[in-house]
């Protein structure tokens, strides 16, 4: 199963992410997690110790460079780098749940130079391609990722959206762009949803019932807030997200 997430900022994809990468290698499946926000929050989401200390594989500009065969002052690069090494070397764990700090692929036009950008989707290919593991791709906010092609092969993407105008409308474009991409499967999550009133704002404004609502959470804010990890900040959350993932597992296996 391969799943990416997506939806407006500040909606909470990277928390329910989280929940459902913990539910999930509770079920006794393998679990990769790629972080692939520019402005990665996964590994504290998780419970990572010294997250300062990690560096995006995006931001490793030479490294980038140097598997990239490019020579300065030279347009040419190699289009089939070498990647094989590198999820061991950059790969991380919390109990049980891989994870890998991608960082966002950029365009050209956004300052990352082509054959950089080649290695990067050279590697997300290569993590996404492994049938044994779970995958959960957490990707940056917005649409414009959908235009670069870099969820490409996912069984389904996951649309975060709150009961506000604005984080519906951006859902619905991420969902016509996602059709267009040929994405299989697309699903809203309802998140911040305290009621029947939210619900049924979201069913009104979407023109359908989001697969799961997760209700807000003091306790997950408060983690947040304070720097701790999220996935363990409220039991009562897990329910939810093991509610997700059942309903994801039943609509892949048809």
Do not use: W
Not at 29 to 58: K, W
């Amino acid at each position: 199963m391969k799943i990416a997430i997506s939806g407006k900022g500040g909606v909470g994809k990277t928390t329910i992410m989280g929940l459902l990468a913990r539910q999930t290698q509770k079920s006794g499946r393998e679990v990769l997690v790629i972080d692939a926000d520019p402005s990665p929050h996964m590994a504290q989401t998780l419970g990572v110790e010294n997250i300062g200390d990690i560096t995006p594989i995006a931001d490793m500009k030479k490294m980038l460079t140097d598997r990239s065969g490019k020579v300065e002052g030279s347009p040419f690069y190699n289009i089939n780098p070498k990647v094989d090494d590198l999820p061991a070397q950059y790969m991380l764990e919390k109990d049980g749940v891989k994870l890998m700090v991608l960082g966002a692929i950029q365009t050209a036009e956004s300052g990352c130079a082509c054959a950089e950008n080649t290695v990067l989707k050279r590697l997300l290919t290569k993590l996404m391609l492994n049938p044994g593991q779970t995958i959960l791709l957490d990707m940056e906010a917005g649409v414009e990722h959908l235009g670069r092609g870099t969820i490409a092969g996912v069984d389904g993407l996951l649309i975060v959206v709150i009961p506000a105008m604005s984080s519906m409308r951006t859902g619905l474009k991420i969902q016509r762009l996602a059709r267009e991409s040929g994405i299989p499967r697309i699903y809203f999550v309802g998140n911040l949803v305290d009621d029947e009133e939210d619900e049924q704002f979201l069913i009104n404004g979407l023109g359908e019932k989001p697969i799961v609502c997760f209700p807000d959470s003091k306790k997950i804010r408060k983690a947040e807030r304070a720097g701790n990890p999220i996935t363990a900040a409220d039991e009562a959350m897990n329910m939810f997200a093991s509610q997700l993932l059942a309903r994801l597992t039943d609509q892949i296996k048809k």
